[in-house]
């Protein structure tokens, strides 16, 4: 870790010490949930590297870097959602130095502004870390922050979701196109709404990125699926 990391690793640590030594019974443990997406993109390390065509090495740095999201979350394992995410956006940044690794660095900065406030991660706001991950730091369509991912995998008209204050018609609108025409190409609705997710960010840029982002989506959303069953 460079000298600015260590700096503020220290810092964290310190407050964590003021920090309940309890965590919320519905709270989601981020660093397993992000080390199932690390297992799940090194499973398909080789598959993402043949897909990177200039540099063969995407399935590396992306086993790389939820490796490293996963390492510092468990660092402030009892730190508030926010402050978690935040750590990791951080830590990411510093420690790799791959475009894909960055481009999630700014999805976890954009998750920490959202969770704000917030005490826990659970399965009924977990939609919005998801969206917020995969968009790459972009903007939210809603204020509502989950609405898109949600009516997307609900099935909802945009009309619908038209109501929610401050919603960008146009993100919707291209994000709905995007799952539409994935669905005519054969994929089920949660792949189809991921790769909506990611239709208007940097993860729509290149295959390899796309094809990291659904298994990425996939994982997360699966375990998070898997944690509501448990409650």
């Known amino acids: 870790m460079n000298r600015r990391g260590k700096t503020i690793g220290t810092s964290t640590r310190s407050n964590l010490r003021r920090a309940p030594s309890q965590r919320a019974a519905s709270a989601t443990d981020l660093s397993a949930l992000f080390s199932t997406a690390a297992k799940t993109l090194a499973a398909n390390r080789s598959t993402l590297n043949q897909a990177d065509l200039e540099n063969q090495n995407h399935g590396d740095n992306m086993v790389q870097a939820f490796k490293l999201i996963s390492k510092a979350m468990a660092s402030q394992r009892y730190a508030p959602p926010s402050q978690q995410l935040q750590y990791a956006s951080e830590y990411l940044s510093q420690n790799a130095t791959s475009g894909s690794a960055q481009v999630y660095s700014q999805g976890l900065a954009q998750?920490?502004?959202?969770?704000?406030?917030?005490?826990?991660?659970?399965?009924?706001?977990?939609?919005?870390?998801?969206?917020?991950?995969?968009?790459?730091?972009?903007?939210?369509?809603?204020?509502?922050?989950?609405?898109?991912?949600g009516s997307l995998l609900g099935g909802q008209q945009a009309q619908q979701v038209q109501q929610t204050q401050g919603i960008d018609l146009g993100a919707l609108l291209s994000a709905g196109l995007t799952f539409m025409s994935a669905k005519q190409q054969g994929q089920d609705n949660v792949q189809a709404a991921i790769s909506a997710l990611m239709s208007a960010g940097p993860m729509a840029q290149s295959q390899h990125r796309q094809q990291s982002g659904q298994l990425v989506g996939n994982a997360l959303l699966q375990a998070v699926a898997a944690m509501a069953r448990k409650r």
Do not use: H, T, V
Request: charge should be negative.
């Open 111 to 149: 998750a920490a502004r959202q969770f704000e406030g917030q005490q826990a991660i659970s399965p009924e706001n977990a939609l919005m870390l998801i969206q917020a991950l995969l968009g790459g730091g972009q903007q939210a369509p809603s204020q509502g922050g989950s609405d898109l991912l």
